[in-house]
């Protein structure tokens, strides 16, 4: 399934969280049509697809996260 | 006091109130008198404090009287999101679980402006939790859906929409928002207004809700970009009550930055074929101008990363730890907007791998835009592709007609790939589309929001747009 641009720009550009519930990937058509009848599903959806985007990016061991602990 | 006061910039409001034209108090009684009465009919103001401007503004006055001057905003009313504490009042932070909130403490913001002098009459809207859970529908608020002055069946966006609104429809001279992806930038293009957000760390958010410990900012939303340089000097400044403060101040002197002539400012020629064709004239005038102003326009390319999966994952990551007690203890299910209280909970579910995985990403993405600005100064994008969505549309944009991806992605991305860099950013309105405002954005390296200004300055000084106000 196509995503297209109507998908893509809201699910990466609306305020603060919007984005979070919204997929970026070929199942956010019909994660978009199917939000008001299983919010839930669609949600659990979303971090799923997330993950598997994630997944597939490869990160190199010596890099390490963006945050700093400070003591 | 006559209407033109309503739209006029903070270094006039201040120069006529040292002229003694009107007294901060007459000011206050004005502006409080016109938020509280035309406030709901933007569903903009959650909570009106002209009251207790009203006592402050009479020690400023003695204050003038005396010629004792504090600088640019003393005297000057303000709004602020409903996420920042003012102690002893509601806090909401637009979520109904929260609506009886109260703190001890004021923020760190709101406490430094009223050192200036300025004057805090209203709390302002916000969608509920900065849309923490991701939000579906304009109504994901507590006071209903944020509505645009240009045309009140729109949307006024998001998350911080009663600041957008308010400062559009002459309620409040300046306001202040929050953005964690997007939500400055977003509502200030809808309501053709500036917004800026700064660089992460640059300003305190001590005393703000937490939705992303690592993402969240605080900036100003005013008329012009000079009031938001004018704002961003008195509210920046390291706090050691913030984890995330970088501890540096910003002083307002766009005249020392690199002049808008001298710079290289990257584009993506493809972002007008991400634009909906009614912005494109908009968008091409303002290029135009930037040309005109003499900056070196260089076709860019934004770094490919998954944009939508980094910044999902940790919003929703931090978010979901942030709001864990609301969903273990089964309020969530009272916000406004179920896709909220359900990506909330979802959340909950993100693996600590994935989170670190993500933030691990975020290494790389920093260290790519910092080689991109090794090649230019700033960037330029469309703050956004359309105009101000209809309230009653979903905002996943599933009711608008579809059209096919250009070849590339362009900058479309830029306003998570930005946030995830912490890189500073403004939004200024270019134009209409429809009779709604269009917003160009601008986004340069950690720390140089005097050189955003400075183009964003120079842009004002040679255009009109950011006067227009709508009919009110």
């Keep these: 399934m196509k995503l297209t641009r109507r998908k893509l720009i809201p699910a990466l550009t609306l305020g603060a969280a919007a984005a979070s519930a919204l997929a970026v990937n070929a199942s956010a058509q019909s994660a978009a049509g199917t939000a008001a009848a299983d919010p839930a599903r669609t949600a659990h959806d979303a971090v799923q697809r997330n993950m598997d985007t994630l997944a597939k990016f490869e990160v190199p061991m010596a890099i390490e996260p963006s945050f700093q602990f400070k003591a | 006091m006559t209407n033109d006061v309503f739209f006029a910039p903070i270094p006039e409001l201040n120069a006529r109130l040292k002229k003694h034209e009107f007294s901060a108090e007459e000011l206050v009684k004005a502006f409080g008198a016109r938020l509280e009465s035309l406030g709901p009919r933007y569903n903009a103001l959650a909570l009106p404090l ?88 304009a109504g994901a608020s507590l006071t209903g859906p944020g509505l645009n002055p240009w ?9 911080s929409s009663g600041p957008a609104s308010a400062v559009a429809a002459g309620l409040v001279p300046f306001a202040l928002g929050s953005e964690t992806s997007g939500s400055i930038i977003t509502p200030a293009a809808f309501c053709g207004v500036t917004g800026l957000r700064p660089t992460y760390g640059l300003v305190s958010r001590h005393g703000a809700m937490a939705l992303s410990w690592t993402l969240d900012k605080i900036g100003p939303i005013c008329r012009s970009a000079e009031d938001c ?84 994952t940790i919003i929703g990551a931090e978010g979901a ?101 912490g890189l500073p950013a403004i939004s200024f309105p270019c134009g209409f589309a429809g009779g709604l405002p269009v917003g160009l954005q601008l986004v340069g390296p950690s720390f140089r929001e005097n050189s955003l200004l400075a183009v964003a300055i120079e842009y004002q000084k040679r255009t009109e747009w950011h006067k227009r106000h709508p009919s009110v």
Excluded: C
Excluded at chain 2, 70 to 81: E, N, S, T, V, Y
């Design chain 2, 151 to 159: 045309d009140v069946t729109r949307w006024s966006g998001g998350s």
């Design chain 2, 321 to 421: 730890s942030v709001f864990e007690p609301l969903i273990s203890s089964g309020k969530v299910n009272e916000l406004a907007d179920p896709s909220q209280a359900e990506g909330l909970k979802a959340n909950l579910t993100i693996p600590a791998a994935q989170y670190l995985k993500a933030m691990r990403v975020r290494t790389l993405v920093q260290r790519s835009f910092r080689e991109l600005f090794e090649n230019v100064d700033l960037l330029v994008a469309p703050a956004r592709y359309g105009v101000a969505p209809q309230v009653s549309e979903p905002l996943d944009g599933s009711s608008a007609p579809s059209r096919p991806n250009p070849a590339s992605a362009g900058m479309h991305s830029l306003i998570p790939a930005a946030n995830l860099a």
């Design chain 2, 229 to 312: 340089g004018l704002v961003l000097h008195e509210i920046s400044g390291g706090d050691s009550n913030d984890p995330g403060s970088a501890g540096k101040s910003f002083y307002f002197a766009p005249q020392f930055a690199r002049k808008p002539a001298e710079m290289k400012i990257g584009f993506a020629a493809v972002d007008m074929d991400w634009a909906d064709p009614e912005l494109r004239p908009a968008l091409d005038a303002a290029m135009k101008t930037l040309r005109e102003m003499g900056a070196t326009l260089v076709e860019t390319k934004l770094p490919d990363y998954p944009w939508g999966a980094l910044i999902n």
């Design chain 2, 50 to 137: 002209t009251k207790v401007a009203l006592a402050r503004a009479k020690d400023v006055d003695k204050e003038i009287k005396r010629e004792r001057y504090r600088g640019p905003l003393q005297g000057i009313p303000f709004g602020a999101k409903d996420l920042l504490s003012f102690a002893g009042h509601p806090t909401t932070w637009g979520a109904k679980p929260y609506a009886t909130q109260t703190f001890e403490e004021t923020a760190t913001v709101l406490g430094k402006l009223d050192d200036t002098g300025a004057l805090l009459i209203g709390k302002l809207s916000m969608v509920e939790l900065a849309g923490g859970g991701g939000y579906r529908i």
